[in-house]
């Protein structure tokens, strides 16, 4: 396997050091092969809401692989998480689901390129959809961390489809649409953007990308694969109050099951195949097995809505943080951005609006923390532009815990002085 794993973050390639290989994980926490625990805030960068495999899930899934595991054929399970997410998201009358994140982002696109007869996409600096040929232009997460700027492997005809425009900048993209009038089929962003760290929307950013793009003609495309059911069971679109043409899902649409999902009006769903002629398929999409995960989440989520709950531990945490980041005198270099249950510290002075603002952050410093939290039993994402995902089954002494970890982390981090190996900067 190269560089051991599966996915490339995985390795600690931007923080340095091993990782350690995990045996398992309950609730908020997941104990390494050597048998040590630590509070997790990694969660599998999102699908657990709810913690690692919370009671209603282990038994969704036992009883479902007695039923069999994938058999290429329709199933009852498929219709009705349709129906859920159908309900829940409200610009989602008709869904698909696929495999991953990825899976959902790069079909979504082929369907607005197909809705639309125009070849063009525009994506933020930062923002990060998946691995797919047409999102690696200034992504965010892993690309940005391990400093690729785009990947060998895509070729420049394709890469030359995407324009990238800073996040937050709504004239930036009145800009691009100037320049391209006509050409784009869709602008994809993260209404929430948690993979260049975590930055919100400005008040009215969303809302005038709704306008720009349907002026044109483009669709609008929130990724929401973050964000979907984890800021309110509707999504971002819910919370922000902005309704985009399609949506993509994944996370905690299959509760660590490997799940995606792309969705939006009958009008441009049915023109995927079977019923129109933009093609895509899969032998495991809407296997049993992630559709029962799938169900149970939503189910979970309908019975005992977790959002004030998760509001209410992402405030006390970042309340718990900032009062050590004060006593310590470190607010001119260290900024907390969050929403609801995600949230980035930033080693570096915000506001943090946009990739330019977070790529200031000193990533040595970073990597300096994140050891020295992982040493006191905190493991948080192993790269500076990755969110912390908080779940209900984090509890107050929990998160205590970790801001008393994070006051001696930081001290730590700030006393040390920085080697030429770990100098700031990706
Ligand atoms: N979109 C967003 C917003 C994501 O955060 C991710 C993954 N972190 C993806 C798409 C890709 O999802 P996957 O890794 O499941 O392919």
């Known amino acids: 396997m190269p560089g051991g794993v599966s996915s490339p973050v995985r390795s600690f390639a931007s923080v340095g050091g091993e990782p350690f290989f995990v045996r398992s994980g309950r609730g908020a926490r997941v104990r390494d092969a050597d048998g040590r625990s630590y509070i997790d805030y990694v969660m599998s960068y999102g699908p657990h809401l709810f913690g690692h495999v919370p009671d209603f899930l282990r038994r969704a899934l036992s009883k479902a692989a007695r039923g069999g595991t994938s058999f290429g054929a329709p199933t009852e399970l498929e219709a ?242 900032c009062e050590r980041i004060e006593e310590q005198g470190l607010s001119a270099r260290v900024a907390l951005v969050r929403e609801g249950s995600l949230l980035t510290l930033f080693f570096g002075e915000g506001p943090m609006t946009d990739f330019a603002s977070v790529k200031r952050s000193d990533t040595g410093r970073y990597a300096g923390f994140f050891h020295a939290m992982r040493e006191r039993g905190i493991f948080l994402p192993p790269a500076q532009f990755e969110a912390w995902f908080v779940s209900t089954a984090h509890g107050d002494a929990d998160l205590r815990r970790t801001a008393r970890a994070a006051a001696e982390s930081l001290a730590e981090a700030f006393a040390a002085r920085l080697g030429p190996s770990d100098a700031p900067g990706v």
């Open 80 to 321: 009705l998480l349709a129906e859920r997410v159908a309900k829940a998201v409200a610009s989602i009358e008709m869904v698909r689901f696929v495999n991953s994140g990825t899976e959902a982002t790069l079909s979504a696109i082929r369907l607005a390129r197909g809705a639309t007869g125009r070849k063009r996409i525009v994506k933020v600096e930062g923002g990060y959809h998946g691995h797919a040929d047409s999102f690696l232009v200034s992504a965010g997460s892993g690309v940005a961390t391990l400093g690729i700027a785009g990947s060998p492997g895509v070729p420049d005809e394709i890469a030359a489809l995407t324009t990238v425009v800073p996040y937050n900048d709504a004239s930036a993209l009145e800009e691009a649409f100037r320049r391209f009038p006509g050409e784009i089929a869709a602008f994809i962003v993260e209404p929430l953007a948690a993979n260049m760290g975590v930055v919100r929307p400005r008040p009215g950013y969303l809302a005038a990308a709704r306008d720009i793009t349907r002026r044109d003609g483009a669709l609008l495309i929130f990724d929401e694969v973050i964000s979907g059911f984890r800021l309110a069971p509707g999504g971002a679109q819910e919370l922000y109050g902005v309704s985009p043409d399609l949506t993509t899902l994944g996370k905690i649409l299959g509760g660590g099951l490997p799940v995606g999902a792309y969705g939006g009006p009958r009008e441009l769903m049915e023109k995927m195949a079977p019923v129109g002629p933009v093609y895509q398929a899969g032998t495991l999409s809407g296997n049993p097995l992630a559709m029962s995960a799938g169900l149970a989440m939503l189910r979970e989520i309908a019975r005992r809505p977790p959002y004030a709950e998760l509001e209410r531990k992402g405030a006390l945490l970042e309340a718990l943080l």
